[in-house]
Protein backbone atom coordinates (compact mmCIF):
# COMPACT_ATOMS: atom_id res chain seq x y z
CA UNK A 1 0.00 0.00 0.00
CA UNK A 2 1.18 3.78 -0.73
CA UNK A 3 1.81 5.64 1.99
CA UNK A 4 2.58 9.18 2.23
CA UNK A 5 4.54 11.74 4.90
CA UNK A 6 4.84 14.95 5.45
CA UNK A 7 7.51 15.37 8.23
CA UNK A 8 6.62 19.19 9.14
CA UNK A 9 3.13 18.99 10.97
CA UNK A 10 3.44 23.24 11.33
CA UNK A 11 5.87 25.77 9.33
CA UNK A 12 5.20 29.78 9.64
CA UNK A 13 6.77 32.40 7.25
CA UNK A 14 7.16 35.79 6.36
CA UNK A 15 4.36 37.63 4.45
CA UNK A 16 6.27 37.66 0.72
CA UNK A 17 9.06 35.19 1.38
CA UNK A 18 9.56 31.72 0.29
CA UNK A 19 8.39 29.00 2.20
CA UNK A 20 9.04 24.91 1.30
CA UNK A 21 6.39 22.06 2.55
CA UNK A 22 8.33 18.95 2.53
CA UNK A 23 7.00 15.46 1.20
CA UNK A 24 7.44 11.79 1.01
CA UNK A 25 5.73 8.88 -0.38
CA UNK A 26 6.43 4.85 -0.72
CA UNK A 27 5.08 3.10 -3.74
CA UNK A 28 6.55 0.66 -6.00
CA UNK A 29 4.29 1.76 -9.00
CA UNK A 30 6.05 3.30 -11.16
CA UNK A 31 3.63 5.74 -13.34
CA UNK A 32 1.61 7.82 -10.59
CA UNK A 33 0.22 11.22 -10.05
CA UNK A 34 1.16 14.06 -7.08
CA UNK A 35 -0.82 16.40 -6.00
CA UNK A 36 -0.80 19.41 -3.28
CA UNK A 37 -4.23 20.39 -2.18
CA UNK A 38 -4.82 23.76 0.46
CA UNK A 39 -7.50 23.69 2.39
CA UNK A 40 -8.36 27.62 4.10
CA UNK A 41 -10.13 27.23 7.79
CA UNK A 42 -12.83 27.25 5.89
CA UNK A 43 -12.06 23.47 4.68
CA UNK A 44 -13.36 23.49 1.44
CA UNK A 45 -9.79 21.64 -0.42
CA UNK A 46 -8.54 23.40 -3.22
CA UNK A 47 -5.92 21.71 -5.91
CA UNK A 48 -3.02 23.83 -5.70
CA UNK A 49 -0.68 21.67 -7.97
CA UNK A 50 -0.30 18.42 -9.86
CA UNK A 51 2.45 16.17 -11.05
CA UNK A 52 2.66 13.11 -13.93
CA UNK A 53 5.42 10.61 -12.82
CA UNK A 54 6.47 10.15 -15.98
CA UNK A 55 7.04 14.19 -16.54
CA UNK A 56 10.61 15.02 -15.90
CA UNK A 57 9.96 18.98 -15.83
CA UNK A 58 8.53 19.74 -12.27
CA UNK A 59 5.03 21.44 -12.41
CA UNK A 60 4.49 25.38 -11.84
CA UNK A 61 1.62 27.24 -11.12
CA UNK A 62 2.38 31.27 -10.67
CA UNK A 63 4.02 31.56 -7.23
CA UNK A 64 3.86 27.90 -6.81
CA UNK A 65 6.14 25.07 -7.54
CA UNK A 66 7.41 21.47 -7.09
CA UNK A 67 10.24 19.82 -6.73
CA UNK A 68 9.91 16.58 -8.00
CA UNK A 69 12.69 13.53 -7.16
CA UNK A 70 10.98 10.32 -8.77
CA UNK A 71 14.33 8.35 -7.47
CA UNK A 72 14.53 9.66 -4.01
CA UNK A 73 10.34 9.96 -3.59
CA UNK A 74 10.28 13.24 -3.05
CA UNK A 75 7.68 16.08 -3.70
CA UNK A 76 8.29 19.08 -2.32
CA UNK A 77 6.16 22.38 -2.75
CA UNK A 78 8.06 26.10 -2.68
CA UNK A 79 5.53 28.60 -2.26
CA UNK A 80 7.41 32.07 -3.43
CA UNK A 81 5.87 35.51 -2.57
CA UNK A 82 3.97 33.87 0.40
CA UNK A 83 0.59 35.36 0.95
CA UNK A 84 -1.67 36.01 3.96
CA UNK A 85 -4.31 34.29 1.80
CA UNK A 86 -1.49 30.97 1.51
CA UNK A 87 -2.50 29.87 5.42
CA UNK A 88 -3.74 26.85 5.38
CA UNK A 89 -3.50 23.23 5.54
CA UNK A 90 -1.60 21.75 3.06
CA UNK A 91 -1.96 18.33 1.95
CA UNK A 92 0.23 15.81 -0.16
CA UNK A 93 -1.47 13.40 -2.11
CA UNK A 94 -0.51 10.42 -4.29
CA UNK A 95 -2.77 8.86 -6.86
CA UNK A 96 -1.85 5.87 -8.46
CA UNK A 97 -2.07 5.38 -12.44
CA UNK A 98 -5.10 2.25 -12.22
CA UNK A 99 -8.25 4.80 -11.41
CA UNK A 100 -9.12 2.13 -9.62
CA UNK A 101 -8.96 0.67 -6.00
CA UNK A 102 -7.41 1.79 -2.82
CA UNK A 103 -4.96 3.73 -4.36
CA UNK A 104 -5.45 7.93 -3.52
CA UNK A 105 -3.66 8.53 -0.29
CA UNK A 106 -3.29 11.96 1.45
CA UNK A 107 -0.46 12.95 4.09
CA UNK A 108 -1.30 13.88 7.38
CA UNK A 109 -0.99 18.00 5.88
CA UNK A 110 1.69 20.62 7.14
CA UNK A 111 -0.40 23.55 8.87
CA UNK A 112 1.07 26.99 6.99
CA UNK A 113 0.81 30.51 8.42
CA UNK A 114 1.78 33.13 6.74
CA UNK A 115 3.04 36.06 9.57
CA UNK A 116 2.28 39.95 8.89
CA UNK B 1 -19.73 25.64 -13.55
CA UNK B 2 -21.18 24.50 -10.18
CA UNK B 3 -18.76 23.01 -7.44
CA UNK B 4 -19.48 19.76 -4.98
CA UNK B 5 -22.29 20.14 -3.36
CA UNK B 6 -22.64 18.88 0.26
CA UNK B 7 -25.42 18.87 2.92
CA UNK B 8 -26.09 19.31 5.77
CA UNK B 9 -22.60 21.71 6.55
CA UNK B 10 -23.28 20.71 9.87
CA UNK B 11 -24.70 18.27 12.30
CA UNK B 12 -24.72 17.03 16.06
CA UNK B 13 -26.08 13.86 17.20
CA UNK B 14 -25.76 11.60 19.47
CA UNK B 15 -24.32 8.54 20.04
CA UNK B 16 -25.94 5.43 18.50
CA UNK B 17 -28.63 7.53 16.83
CA UNK B 18 -28.83 7.62 12.40
CA UNK B 19 -27.21 10.10 10.58
CA UNK B 20 -27.28 10.88 6.69
CA UNK B 21 -25.02 13.16 4.35
CA UNK B 22 -26.00 14.54 0.86
CA UNK B 23 -23.49 14.75 -1.75
CA UNK B 24 -23.86 16.35 -5.76
CA UNK B 25 -20.87 15.83 -7.90
CA UNK B 26 -20.20 18.35 -10.83
CA UNK B 27 -22.21 17.48 -13.88
CA UNK B 28 -20.90 15.12 -15.73
CA UNK B 29 -18.66 13.54 -13.25
CA UNK B 30 -18.52 10.10 -13.06
CA UNK B 31 -16.08 8.96 -10.33
CA UNK B 32 -17.23 10.05 -7.25
CA UNK B 33 -15.75 9.90 -3.44
CA UNK B 34 -16.23 10.01 0.29
CA UNK B 35 -13.58 10.93 2.75
CA UNK B 36 -13.57 11.34 6.21
CA UNK B 37 -11.51 13.75 7.82
CA UNK B 38 -10.87 13.36 11.97
CA UNK B 39 -9.84 16.91 13.38
CA UNK B 40 -5.75 17.30 12.74
CA UNK B 41 -5.62 14.54 10.15
CA UNK B 42 -5.53 14.33 6.40
CA UNK B 43 -8.83 12.83 4.65
CA UNK B 44 -9.12 9.26 4.74
CA UNK B 45 -10.63 7.07 1.67
CA UNK B 46 -14.02 5.91 2.66
CA UNK B 47 -15.39 4.77 -0.55
CA UNK B 48 -15.40 5.85 -4.41
CA UNK B 49 -17.96 5.20 -6.61
CA UNK B 50 -17.91 4.81 -10.57
CA UNK B 51 -21.13 5.71 -11.86
CA UNK B 52 -23.33 4.07 -9.82
CA UNK B 53 -20.78 1.20 -8.64
CA UNK B 54 -18.56 0.82 -6.21
CA UNK B 55 -15.15 0.41 -6.81
CA UNK B 56 -13.69 0.44 -3.69
CA UNK B 57 -14.93 0.37 -0.19
CA UNK B 58 -12.24 -1.24 1.46
CA UNK B 59 -12.05 1.31 4.25
CA UNK B 60 -15.37 1.31 5.04
CA UNK B 61 -17.17 0.60 8.29
CA UNK B 62 -20.08 -1.79 6.79
CA UNK B 63 -21.12 -2.79 10.26
CA UNK B 64 -22.47 0.83 10.16
CA UNK B 65 -21.42 2.64 7.31
CA UNK B 66 -23.73 3.11 4.22
CA UNK B 67 -23.50 4.66 1.23
CA UNK B 68 -25.10 4.25 -2.57
CA UNK B 69 -25.34 6.45 -5.67
CA UNK B 70 -28.44 6.05 -7.47
CA UNK B 71 -28.65 7.06 -10.53
CA UNK B 72 -24.80 7.63 -11.03
CA UNK B 73 -25.18 10.94 -9.95
CA UNK B 74 -26.54 12.32 -6.10
CA UNK B 75 -24.87 9.98 -3.47
CA UNK B 76 -25.86 9.24 0.64
CA UNK B 77 -23.55 8.48 3.06
CA UNK B 78 -25.25 7.14 6.26
CA UNK B 79 -24.14 6.19 9.51
CA UNK B 80 -26.18 4.00 11.71
CA UNK B 81 -25.44 3.81 14.68
CA UNK B 82 -23.22 6.88 15.12
CA UNK B 83 -20.06 6.10 17.92
CA UNK B 84 -18.30 8.88 19.41
CA UNK B 85 -14.78 8.40 17.33
CA UNK B 86 -17.14 8.96 13.67
CA UNK B 87 -17.02 12.84 14.83
CA UNK B 88 -15.12 14.06 11.70
CA UNK B 89 -15.76 16.08 8.54
CA UNK B 90 -17.39 14.37 5.75
CA UNK B 91 -16.19 15.41 2.28
CA UNK B 92 -17.56 14.01 -0.81
CA UNK B 93 -14.81 14.60 -4.29
CA UNK B 94 -15.91 14.19 -7.88
CA UNK B 95 -13.84 13.71 -10.88
CA UNK B 96 -13.98 13.05 -14.54
CA UNK B 97 -12.92 9.99 -16.04
CA UNK B 98 -10.14 9.25 -17.95
CA UNK B 99 -6.36 10.14 -18.46
CA UNK B 100 -5.97 13.03 -17.42
CA UNK B 101 -8.76 14.16 -15.41
CA UNK B 102 -6.80 12.73 -12.44
CA UNK B 103 -7.67 15.81 -10.27
CA UNK B 104 -10.52 15.75 -7.46
CA UNK B 105 -12.58 18.84 -6.72
CA UNK B 106 -13.70 18.83 -3.04
CA UNK B 107 -17.23 19.73 -1.65
CA UNK B 108 -17.36 22.11 1.87
CA UNK B 109 -17.85 19.18 3.85
CA UNK B 110 -20.05 18.54 6.27
CA UNK B 111 -18.80 18.52 10.26
CA UNK B 112 -20.62 15.39 11.92
CA UNK B 113 -20.22 15.90 16.21
CA UNK B 114 -21.02 13.05 17.99
CA UNK B 115 -22.01 13.17 21.17
Known amino acids: AQTVTQSQPEMSVQEAETVTLSCTYD???????LFWYKQPPSRQMILVIRQEAYKQQNATENRFSVNFQKAAKSFSLKISDSQLGDTAMYFCAFQGRGNYGQNFVFGPGTRLSVLP | EAGVAQSPRYKIIEKRQSVAFWCNPISGHATLYWYQQILGQGPKLLIQFQNNGVVDDSQLPKDRFSAERLKGVDSTLKIQPAKLEDSAVYLCASRNWGRGQETQYFGPGTRLLVL
Open chain 1, 27 to 33: TSENNYY
